[in-house]
């Protein structure tokens, strides 16, 4: 137990003075995180909202595809990816491999379907007389689109919430599509991952306090929207 003692110690000292190492791991995980959620929300919400609000041919295959995609595993979802942006790959030409814009393709292929269920699920269980209300008095197709995702906020809000919590602690898009490169790609579950494997508590610990802090501030602020989602 003393050595996951003097781990501890030495995880807060890293983080207190600033470690260079800690710090750039932290910052990749920011910055291809939030780029992943604005993609996420900005495709995942109308799929979301047309797939709960409008009816068609084969809604209920696209609704198993969504749903089957939320469990697809990250380690999958990290090889098409590197396929696609590979030197022989169909986007190889991108120069999108190994940097921090290609995990983000990764990620958001990870949160969407999340995103989009989450979205479908808020809009269904919205008033069936909401509709027929904006119908009457005159909203336009995009008016009504906006009045509903208004409506569902709580939840398209807490649908963020927890495709955030899976894209911040996933590791195989960021091994297999960043590469795990050092002050470039290396992300928080990554370095966890490779500091433990030599031996570096000290650095895998203190990252793993950052990762457990996002996860608490992640299950408050869920918490806190899943309350007033229902009122």
Not at 48 to 63: A, I
Not at 75 to 95: D, E, K, M, Q, W
Not at 200 to 205: D, L, T
Request: charged content about 10%; aromatic content about 8%; hydrophobic content about 50%.
């Amino acid at each position: 137990m003393e050595y996951l003692l003097q781990g501890f110690l030495q995880g807060f000292r890293l983080l207190f003075s600033g470690d260079p190492e800690a710090y750039s791991a932290i910052w990749a995980t920011v910055y291809a995180s939030t780029l992943s959620m604005i993609c996420s929300m900005a495709i995942g919400v109308p799929l979301g909202f047309l797939l709960g609000y409008k009816t068609f041919p084969g809604k209920k295959v696209v609704r198993t595809v969504v749903d089957t995609l939320l469990s697809f595993p990250t380690v999958v979802i990290g090889l098409v990816v590197y396929a696609f942006l590979t030197r022989n790959g169909p986007l190889g030409g991108s120069g999108l491999l190994f940097t921090i814009p290609g995990m983000a393709i990764g990620q958001t292929l990870l949160g969407l379907p999340i995103i989009v269920a989450m979205t479908a699920n808020a809009v269904e269980s919205l008033d069936k007389r909401l509709p027929m209300t904006l119908i009457t008095l005159g909203a336009t197709p995009t008016q009504m689109m906006w009045a509903t995702v208004l409506e569902a906020r709580y939840s398209i809000m807490l649908a963020a919430m927890a495709a955030y919590g899976r894209i911040v602690s996933e590791v195989g898009i960021s091994m297999m599509v960043g590469g795990n490169i050092k002050w470039h790609t290396r992300t928080i579950t990554t370095a966890i991952a490779l500091e433990t494997g030599k031996g570096e508590f000290a650095v895998g610990i203190a990252l793993g306090m950052v990762l457990l802090t996002v996860a608490l501030l992640v299950n408050i602020g869920a918490a806190g929207l899943k309350k007033r989602a229902v009122q």
